[in-house]
């Protein structure tokens, strides 16, 4: 498949079927992403891919930070608040997602239900965690930008869906005690991965993206 036709493919997947994607196939997809570009090649990605009984252990444990009505406590600032059209943006792509599962604006419930499933991981078989040295601030958060969309890609070329979730930087102790991650490494964002349920109506959710005259210009 051409990278046009992945890039047109693509979409953010958030229900799984339960086959796990074969080990074998894992890691020659993150092999392959080791190849992304970098700023002066420092390649600051930790990638932590959890599956099986690391995977559920973990998920339990999220779901307890969650629902214990502690604060999020991300290590990196996501504490961003959109305004003019990045706010309106952000509006769309909610109105398409909830509109997607049939949940109304006023059915805040239904709606808090939804976001949980992010530290159920959709119920796909595999989970990553990008993390990086947390002194590495901006420049480091591009590269793992670099890095986790050519990993995107790549999965999707071998028909594996996936979803970007900043939610899953945003309770960083269960993780970081499970896994055994060190303080001076933080917790970017996660992304969930599997083979897509075609039959969910959520995995019909699509977005739209602005014009080119909007985003970009050329100068002779």
């Given at each position: 498949?051409?990278?046009?036709?992945?890039?047109?493919?693509?979409?953010?997947?958030?229900a799984f079927i339960?086959?796990?994607?074969?080990?074998?196939?894992?890691?020659?997809?993150?092999?392959?992403?080791?190849?992304?570009?970098?700023?002066?090649?420092?390649?600051?990605?930790?990638?932590?891919?959890?599956?099986?009984?690391?995977?559920?252990?973990?998920?339990?444990?999220?779901?307890?930070?969650?629902?214990?009505?502690?604060?999020?406590?991300?290590?990196?600032?996501?504490?961003?608040?959109?305004?003019g059209t990045h706010?309106?943006?952000?509006?769309?792509?909610?109105?398409?997602?909830?509109?997607?599962?049939?949940?109304?604006?006023?059915?805040?419930?239904?709606?808090?239900?939804?976001?949980?499933?992010?530290?159920?991981?959709?119920?796909?078989?595999?989970?990553?965690?990008?993390?990086?040295?947390?002194?590495?601030?901006?420049?480091?958060?591009?590269?793992?930008?670099?890095?986790?969309?050519?990993?995107?890609?790549?999965?999707?070329?071998?028909?594996?869906?996936?979803?970007?979730?900043?939610?899953?930087?945003?309770?960083?102790?269960?993780?970081?005690?499970?896994?055994?991650?060190?303080?001076?490494?933080?917790?970017?964002?996660?992304?969930?991965?599997?083979?897509?349920?075609?039959?969910?109506?959520?995995?019909?959710?699509?977005?739209d993206r602005a014009?080119?005259?909007?985003?970009?210009?050329?100068?002779?």
């Amino acid at each position: 498949m051409s990278l046009n036709d992945l890039l047109k493919k693509r979409n953010s997947v958030r229900a799984f079927i339960e086959k796990p994607v074969p080990d074998e196939l894992i890691k020659s997809i993150f092999t392959l992403a080791q190849l992304s570009p970098s700023n002066c090649n420092v390649q600051p990605w930790q990638i932590h891919v959890v599956s099986g009984n690391t995977k559920d252990a973990l998920k339990d444990n999220l779901l307890r930070a969650v629902m214990s009505g502690n604060e999020p406590n991300p290590e990196f600032d996501w504490k961003v608040r959109y305004t003019g059209t990045h706010r309106d943006r952000q509006y769309e792509s909610a109105s398409a997602l909830y509109s997607s599962m049939n949940i109304e604006r006023s059915d805040k419930n239904s709606r808090l239900m939804a976001l949980v499933r992010n530290w159920e991981f959709f119920n796909a078989p595999h989970a990553v965690f990008f993390t990086m040295e947390k002194y590495l601030n901006i420049m480091g958060a591009v590269d793992m930008g670099i890095y986790a969309q050519t990993l995107a890609l790549l999965l999707s070329q071998n028909g594996i869906a996936s979803c970007f979730q900043g939610a899953l930087g945003q309770f960083p102790n269960p993780v970081k005690e499970l896994l055994k991650i060190p303080e001076d490494i933080g917790i970017l964002f996660g992304m969930s991965f599997g083979y897509p349920d075609k039959e969910a109506v959520v995995n019909t959710t699509r977005t739209d993206r602005a014009a080119i005259e909007d985003s970009v210009v050329f100068w002779d």
